[in-house]
């Protein structure tokens, strides 16, 4: 690094970075959109900024032997200066978002574990497309590359089949971490050649209720247009659900989560949106796990609530959701059960239709084949449905007719 450039560095790090509350940066992925808009100059640069973290890029590194970047820094007004500050964030927040330790499996489903700055790790699983069938690539969700996310270090919930609910649970992570493993795993994506990375789900470590608040403002961060930019349809946060309220919490507007992250030290406005649009809040994915209490119970012991006072209290959060959303998710839902309904109707009919064709069908089957039976062959059909013939069953011919016998009325008139 040029001398000049540390010098400025350094600077960068005690003006243009000031330490946050509890002597802590923030980090360049959970900040403030407004707070990187200043940094960087104006809007141009902020969005300069956040089209190469979007991409899996550290600004700093492209800014040192991307002639690219470089150009596009300066077309957006991000001097040397604010370059400086820029990279001094990215050096701090991305330099601990290297993996310690990889696994990948057969189907290329790899495992990332990510060593955190006190030295706790977290699990982080990056899930690739569904393989090309026929030369023709999965549609939808399944031609994108998926992210699971982590909440916590361990887990309190102590679910019996769940490794991370064995290990307890150490701390919850911060809006920064929860972030850092979305960026972590756009990077892996790039450098692995996958299909851009367009789906996260809250699967990984930890309960996502239990930390609410960094989990609501990681998911405004997500589905910002300007930052990471992924379709609230596709960012899905699973719950198992604590307490009846948890889907509520998970659910409450975003200027409400905001203010409880500025209380827990997260920044004012985190996780806010900050004018990207309206936040709706996730996908949510009930974990029930079972319907019967008891045994919900075995599964999840630190289950205290009832399937009925869970149910009951995601209805809740639901009715205060925005009409319109409740609205169209009911039209859509209405609509799919009235397509299912008609489509099990028609099938029905086509089902009785073709039974009906098959039984008349067979029934003129039988008729053509006992006249032809009656008429062809000499051969006559015994009461009984066999052939009536000598010994073994062989057909025996009739006798001749008589004279006149079996002629029309025209022949017997003439003879």
């Known amino acids: 690094m040029h001398v000049a450039t540390a010098i400025l560095l350094t600077a960068a790090r005690g003006i243009l970075m000031p330490p946050a509350a509890g002597g802590r940066r923030p980090s360049i992925l ?25 991409a899996g890029r550290e600004p700093h590194v492209a800014w040192e032997d991307d002639p ?13 200066a604010r370059r400086v500050a820029v990279a001094s964030a990215c050096s701090d927040s991305l330099a601990a978002l290297v993996p310690i330790e990889r696994t990948v499996a057969a189907d290329g489903t790899t495992k990332l574990l990510l060593q955190l700055a ?21 549609k939808s969700a399944r031609a994108h590359t998926t992210v699971c996310i982590s909440s916590q270090v361990g887990c309190r919930q102590g679910c019996t089949f769940c490794a991370t609910g064995k290990m307890g649970l150490r701390r919850n992570l911060d809006v920064s971490e929860i972030l850092g493993q979305v960026y972590a795993a756009k990077r892996e994506a790039a450098a692995a050649g996958l299909p851009p990375l367009a789906n996260a789900v809250f699967m990984g470590m930890g309960e996502p209720a239990d930390n609410a608040a960094a989990v609501r403002q990681a998911v405004a961060c997500l589905t910002d247009r300007r930052r990471f930019g992924l379709g609230r349809s596709r960012v899905l946060v699973s719950t198992v659900a604590p307490t009846p309220q948890a889907f509520a919490t998970l659910l409450r507007p975003p200027d409400e989560a905001a203010a409880e992250g500025a209380a827990v030290g997260m920044g004012a406005g985190a996780g806010a949106g900050e004018g990207a649009g309206e936040d709706l809040g996730p996908q949510l994915a009930w974990s029930l796990h079972a319907a019967d209490s008891g045994l919900r119970r075995q599964l999840v012991p630190s289950a205290r609530h009832s399937a009925e006072e869970l149910r009951d209290g995601l209805c809740a959060a639901l009715r205060a959701r925005p009409v319109r959303i409740v609205t169209l998710t009911l039209a859509l839902t209405l609509a799919l059960a009235l397509t299912l309904t008609l489509t099990l109707t028609l099938t029905l009919a086509l089902t009785l239709t073709l039974a009906l064709t098959l039984t008349l069908s067979l029934a003129l089957s039988l008729a053509l084949a006992g006249a032809a039976a009656e008429d062809h062959g000499g051969v006559r059909m015994h009461p009984g449905g066999q052939l009536r013939g000598g010994a073994r069953g062989a057909a025996r011919p009739l006798p001749a007719p008589r004279r006149g016998e079996g002629l029309g009325r025209g022949a017997r008139a003439r003879g």
């Open 30 to 54: 959970s900040m403030p959109y407004g707070e990187l808009t200043a940094m960087a100059g104006g809007p141009d640069g902020a969005k300069c900024v956040w089209s190469l973290l979007r």
């Open 68 to 80: 690219a970047a470089i150009a596009a820094a300066n077309t957006a007004g991000l001097s040397q």
């Open 118 to 138: 006190d030295g706790l790790s977290v699990e982080t699983v990056l899930i690739p497309p569904l393989p090309e069938t026929a030369g023709k690539r999965a």
